[in-house]
């Protein structure tokens, strides 16, 4: 599973870069982990980076998905989830103020049928946007 190396490096380069911490923000958001991913997750940011967002992290595949009522495994599509979660859920909140920052990190997977074919790794990415409540004048 490729999704939570590159999601753990752009969080921890977002952090790095702006000085900003973990508390700084609501939410921490990814696309679609699902449990396992999420998992390894929060323990390669742990591990490699000594961030602990466990407490800010929330995953649209796992929001979405009932594990112990669906056969899911780890999730769905990581497209799929995030926009679903994103417009129905955070950004209703953040517009009504309850949701003040958070940070939003979409993931996915560059699919090649020609690398797999190859036996080669499939790259993945992640897109990290921060969201914030808009100022009323």
Do not use: W
Not at 105 to 118: E, K, R
């Amino acid at each position: 599973m490729t999704l939570p190396p590159a999601a753990a490096g752009t969080i921890a380069d977002y952090f790095s870069d702006t000085g900003q911490s973990v508390s700084d923000f609501d939410f921490i958001v990814t696309g679609d982990l699902g449990n396992v991913g999420s998992e390894l997750l929060l323990k390669l940011l742990k591990k490699d980076y000594s961030l602990d967002i466990s407490s800010k992290h929330l995953d649209c595949g796992k929001m979405i998905f009932d594990c112990k009522r669906q056969d899911v495994h780890s999730g769905g599509s990581g497209c799929g989830c995030s926009a679903s979660v994103l417009n129905s859920y955070f950004l209703k909140r953040l517009q009504s103020g309850e949701i003040g920052k958070m940070l939003f990190v979409a993931t996915g997977a560059l699919m090649s049928p020609t690398s797999s074919m190859q036996g080669e790794s499939i790259p993945s990415i992640a897109h990290l946007v921060r969201l914030e409540k808009p100022d009323i004048v």
